[in-house]
């Protein structure tokens, strides 16, 4: 199978629809399906029928029309598509609650994604182990996220640090931010940058709650 | 200011940007700022001009081309977007190091967000106090979702047990819901799920860094 991605870049949203559908069908291949139809796959992903043939339809032609998809298939597919099988490292600020419970999250590393560093200013963190790295100060940022080969830099600082720390991990040769703190922070535009807002997704519930 | 929302239903994607929006929004009244350029707030807020008029124009007519947004009369009628000023309650399951983090964060009140339960299988930790709760036995849950009137049930558990928690939930009467467990969870088309997932967000940026 020949995936050649278009020269056009592909939006944002497409690639994290793209890890759905694939998550989807690695679920189902535990089953005893071996194809899905367009209508199926759309209910278990909740995404129409129409979005998942334009996502797919970015990186190539797949499947045909009326005939559903061949699960193994278009895991392969899939696959491709998100291509590097090689560790992803991760850097992350601010060993807080949240920055605890993501370094002791066990299930990163059969996805692929390994903690390598975490950085703290507050010196009573410093030296201490947290999942499978001790915190760092911050003040060594710059040379441990070289040192330590980190692709990507995680910020679990307050809101009045995170803009200060993107600064420093883009400093420090990072070109991909993901952003738990709850304010906008303003990047270059090489630099990509993810934000979890987790307040913007409990209050989009609630709207949807009251507006339905 | 009459904002009617169209009959049709506003897409699901449109409502965490308007979320987006007024929190850069919010920022931006902080400083001494009175207007802002579709180009400037499109750069802020990392979202194209054209998406964020598109998105302001479900909810009828706001801006003049050309003329740029005053702040203070775009952050009203994103909150009448929004609406609903009243306290939102959040029972959460499964009190991990995920579920912890998220009842012992101090940044959900101040946005009009309340844990009111928590539950865990787990006896050692039933009793405890976690943030503003005590944990409870998820034996207790329907009962106690009930009781403690909960608009959104938030699954902190892992990947085996979600669904049943999911369906736990429903049964107890939530029609909101927001999965931190990465999987795929299926529910009735009248209950509102969201993902959180933050494999894919960091799968996501992967991608983006090798293919930019």
Not at 147 to 161: R, T
């Amino acid at each position: 199978m020949n995936i050649a991605l278009d020269e056009k870049k592909v939006s944002d949203a497409v690639i994290p629809r793209i890890l759905h559908y694939l998550r989807v069908i690695q679920q189902l291949e535990k089953s005893d399906k071996m194809t899905i139809s367009s209508e199926e796959l759309s209910k278990i992903a909740n995404v129409s029928a129409f979005q998942i043939r334009k996502d797919l339809a970015n990186f190539g032609k797949f499947g045909q029309p009326g005939t559903g998809y061949d699960i193994s298939n278009l895991k392969k597919y899939l696959l491709d598509i998100i291509g590097s099988k090689e560790m992803c490292n991760l850097g992350l600020v601010g060993v807080g609650n949240l920055g605890s419970a993501l370094l002791n999250y066990k299930g990163f590393e059969e996805e692929g994604l390994k903690f390598v560093a975490a950085f703290d200013k507050d010196e009573g963190k410093v030296g201490k182990v947290c999942g499978n790295v001790i915190v760092e100060h911050s003040n060594n940022l710059k040379e441990s996220i070289k040192k330590n080969d980190v692709h990507i830099g995680i910020i679990a600082v307050s809101v009045d640090n995170a803009q200060q720390v993107a600064d420093k991990l883009i400093e420090a040769g990072i070109f991909s931010i993901l952003n738990f703190a709850p304010v906008v922070i303003s990047v270059p535009k090489e630099i990509t940058l993810r934000d979890v807002d987790l307040s913007i997704e409990l209050k989009a519930l609630r709207y949807f709650s009251v507006n339905k």
